[in-house]
């Protein structure tokens, strides 16, 4: 609740979506669970509409697909979603703790989706993928290490933010990319959003790429800003020979 409370203080948001943040928390995380151990077939039965699939169908006829997936609604869902399409790899962040991490892999791995970690290792069955022209999936608001980032606003505040998509960009521009999410409806149903990332973010300056990014991963979660994990320390981070930028000390320890 703490970090919840810091980060909407940060942003300039109102401290009262603290509550409806916490209920939509909560709630991912039981949907996980629920996701992570029931058959597929049963769990996209959850999905009730689907916003923008010619978007989707499209950039799969041209080629590689890149998924750009902000930690809003339920990203589980949307992964399982995306794998009964065609084969997807997933860049996911290591579990802090072994057997952690080993059911986190297990549980996303099932019916054919490729799970790497977010580190120099994941790098080359991600060109692999593309070079195949199969399906990437992204989270763009976890924190990169110190090498793989640039700061950047993100409502309104400076967060250390992924190159990654960028320089997939670069060395593949016939990669298609699209913002995409499970959104949350109140029957507790969802839908499926999906569009396409702006250009900026894949092309040019490599700094005016990062604000872009941070800009339509904002723009995204204002659809429902209570669906946005704001659990998650985004605005920490360091870069290379600087200092540590940790706007929740001490409140959120």
């Not at 970090?3 to 948001?13: D, I, P, S, T, Y």
């Not at 960009?169 to 149903?189: I, N, V």
């Not at 990014?213 to 669906?227: G, H, I, K, P, T």
């Not at 290379?240 to 929740?248: F, K, M, Q, T, W």
Request: hydrophobic share 45%.
């Amino acid at each position: 609740m703490r970090v919840v409370e810091c980060n909407l203080r940060l942003a300039g948001l109102d401290p009262a979506l603290t509550h409806p943040a916490l209920v939509q928390t909560y709630l991912t995380l039981l949907e996980g669970l629920r996701f992570w151990t029931r058959p597929r077939r049963r769990n996209l039965e959850a999905v009730a509409e689907v916003e923008g699939l010619p978007w989707l169908e499209d950039a799969e006829r041209q080629g590689p697909v890149v998924i750009v997936a902000p930690h809003y609604g339920n990203w589980e869902l949307l992964v399982q979603w995306l794998a009964a399409r065609r084969p997807l790899t997933l860049i996911y962040t290591r579990g802090r703790f072994a057997a952690v991490d080993a059911f986190l892999r297990l549980a996303r791995e099932r019916g054919g989706v490729n799970a790497v970690p977010a580190d120099v290792h994941g790098m080359k069955p991600l060109l692999r993928a593309l070079q195949r022209g199969e399906t990437l999936g992204i989270t763009p608001d976890q924190t990169p290490d110190a090498a793989g980032g640039q700061w950047a606003p993100f409502f309104g505040v400076p967060a250390l933010t992924m190159t990654l998509l960028h320089r997939l960009g670069t060395r593949h521009p016939q990669a298609r990319f699209l913002l995409a999410a499970a959104e949350r409806l109140p029957d507790g149903r969802f839908r499926i959003a999906l569009q396409p990332m702006p250009a900026a973010v894949t092309s040019g300056p490599v700094q005016a790429a990062v604000g872009a990014l941070n800009s339509a991963v904002e723009a995204f979660a204002r659809r429902d800003l209570a669906q946005y994990q704001w659990t998650y320390k985004r605005f920490k981070g360091q870069r290379l020979h600087e200092a540590l930028v940790n706007p929740y000390w001490p409140e959120c320890y």
